[in-house]
T-cell receptor, first 111, second 114 residues
Framework: NAGVTQTPKFRVLKTGQSMTLLCAQD?????MYWYRQDPGMGLRLIHYSVGEGTTAKGEVPDGYNVSRLKKQNFLLGLESAAPSQTSVYFC??????????FGPGTRLTVL | AQSVTQPDIHITVSEGASLELRCNYSYGATPYLFWYVQSPGQGLQLLLKYFSGDTLVQGIKGFEAEFKRSQSSFNLRKPSVHWSDAAEYFCAVGRSGNTGKLIFGQGTTLQVKP
């Protein structure tokens, strides 16, 4: 089992560019999450999904969109990147409320 | 409001010394509690979790944590720290039936002196 994987690992964007981050899990988990991690702020939930075809807003959803067309994949999109979106992005998945499994992260820099 | 507080942003201990990382939470419902560890450049790994029952829980890598409802705390401990324990540690709280969402503390960075 690969667990949770994220693509790409690193990315540099210019302000206004768009991109999509891909998260994939092979554990048949229903729930998936996107977080951003910034120094001194812990992890903040951007969006999450409770199943295929469903998405919901988290704590900091502005500037991001998500899609869950397949159960194993959860995509995070930035339509028009801003320097404030420079961060490390983590995807996680869980079967229930018993704990989340995290991917290795994507380091995004917006110039 | 629901929140998790890790009072210590940075802790330094000597190798072989004992460790205690503090975590306090504010949560209306009966909480599920977690500790995660993040090594530099890595994702988060689950160390241990508490749902119910025995308030002292054992985790991986020799860590344990004790749930104290009266103090709203879930402190992480290790009797003897190894250099490889240097990392960032996150406390998190959730609850049953809440779509698995967690609230994370700001993290505590552990430095281990040789």
């Amino acid at each position: 089992n690969a667990g949770v994987t994220q693509t790409p690992k690193f990315r540099v964007l210019k302000t206004g560019q768009s991109m999509t981050l891909l998260c994939a899990q092979d554990m048949n988990h229903e729930y998936m999450y996107w977080y951003r991690q910034d120094p001194g702020m812990g992890l903040r939930l951007i969006h999450y999904s409770v199943g295929e075809g469903t998405t919901a807003k988290g704590e900091v959803p502005d500037g991001y969109n998500v899609s869950r067309l397949k159960k194993q994949n959860f995509l995070l999109g930035l339509e028009s990147a801003a320097p404030s979106q420079t961060s490390v992005y983590f995807c996680a998945s869980s079967l229930d409320s018993m704990g989340q499994f995290f991917g290795p992260g994507t380091r995004l820099t917006v110039l | 409001a629901q929140s998790v507080t890790q009072p210590d942003i940075h802790i330094t201990v000597s190798e072989g010394a004992s460790l205690e990382l503090r975590c306090n939470y504010s949560y209306g419902a009966t909480p599920y509690l977690f500790w995660y560890v993040q090594s530099p450049g890595q994702g988060l790994q689950l160390l241990l979790k508490y749902f119910s029952g025995d308030t002292l829980v054992q985790g991986i890598k020799g860590f344990e944590a004790e749930f104290k409802r009266s103090q709203s705390s879930f402190n992480l401990r290790k009797p003897s720290v190894h250099w490889s324990d240097a990392a960032e540690y996150f406390c998190a709280v959730g609850r049953s039936g809440n779509t698995g969402k967690l609230i994370f503390g700001q993290g505590t960075t552990l430095q281990v002196k040789p």
